[in-house]
């Protein structure tokens, strides 16, 4: 399952040895590397090798390779780093800098800083808005499931 690489994507320069990457794992379908500007040492980022730009990009057979390529890094920077616990996330569009799909992975230790640094609190304004809002996304799912069957 695999897609071109995009000419001026600079993981996939890294995918291809192109360019300078510090790889710590990799396999048929994925790739993981040190983040070059790292939330805290050992902050690494699990990329497909094809080029998709986010997650809903991603075709579903490649689900399973990134996401244990993900666990296991998990598993890794924490025995690796004596880190209490990690913070894994992916930015799809808004706030993602480089547009080919990588979930990040972020030793995380606690009181180190980084409690609530981007997850402002914006409640719902009554349990009405909870609810259409519930019942929107609710809908949605069902409706892209079936359309997968
Ligand atoms: P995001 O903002 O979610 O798209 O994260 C992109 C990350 O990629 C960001 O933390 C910095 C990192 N990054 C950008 N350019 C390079 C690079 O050339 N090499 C490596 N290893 N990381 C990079």
């Given at each position: 399952?695999?897609?071109?690489?995009?000419?001026?994507?600079?993981?996939?320069?890294?995918?291809?040895?192109?360019?300078?990457?510090?790889?710590?794992?990799?396999?048929?379908?994925?790739?993981?590397?040190?983040?070059?500007?790292?939330?805290?040492?050992?902050?690494?980022?699990?990329?497909?090798?094809?080029?998709?730009?986010?997650?809903?990009?991603?075709?579903?057979?490649?689900?399973?390779?990134?996401?244990?390529?993900?666990?296991?890094?998990?598993?890794?920077?924490?025995?690796?780093?004596?880190?209490?616990?990690?913070?894994?996330?992916?930015?799809?569009?808004?706030?993602?800098?480089?547009?080919?799909?990588?979930?990040?992975?972020?030793?995380?230790?606690?009181?180190?800083?980084l409690k609530g640094f981007?997850?402002?609190?914006?409640?719902?304004?009554?349990?009405?808005?909870?609810?259409?809002?519930?019942?929107?996304?609710?809908?949605?799912?069902?409706?892209?499931?079936?359309?997968?069957?």
């Open positions: 399952m695999d897609k071109p690489a995009s000419g001026n994507c600079i993981f996939c320069k890294i995918v291809a040895r192109d360019a300078p990457g510090s790889l710590v794992y990799e396999d048929e379908e994925t790739v993981a590397f040190l983040d070059l500007q790292p939330l805290f040492p050992g902050h690494v980022l699990v990329s497909p090798r094809g080029h998709y730009e986010t997650l809903s990009d991603l075709p579903a057979p490649m689900i399973e390779p990134l996401f244990a390529t993900a666990q296991l890094l998990t598993k890794a920077v924490e025995a690796a780093l004596k880190a209490e616990g990690t913070f894994v996330a992916i930015n799809n569009r808004v706030s993602q800098s480089v547009p080919h799909l990588h979930v990040h992975v972020v030793p995380r230790r606690r009181k180190d800083g981007f997850w402002p609190k914006n409640p719902y304004r009554d349990d009405e808005e909870r609810e259409s809002i519930r019942v929107a996304i609710e809908q949605t799912a069902r409706d892209l499931k079936s359309r997968e069957l």
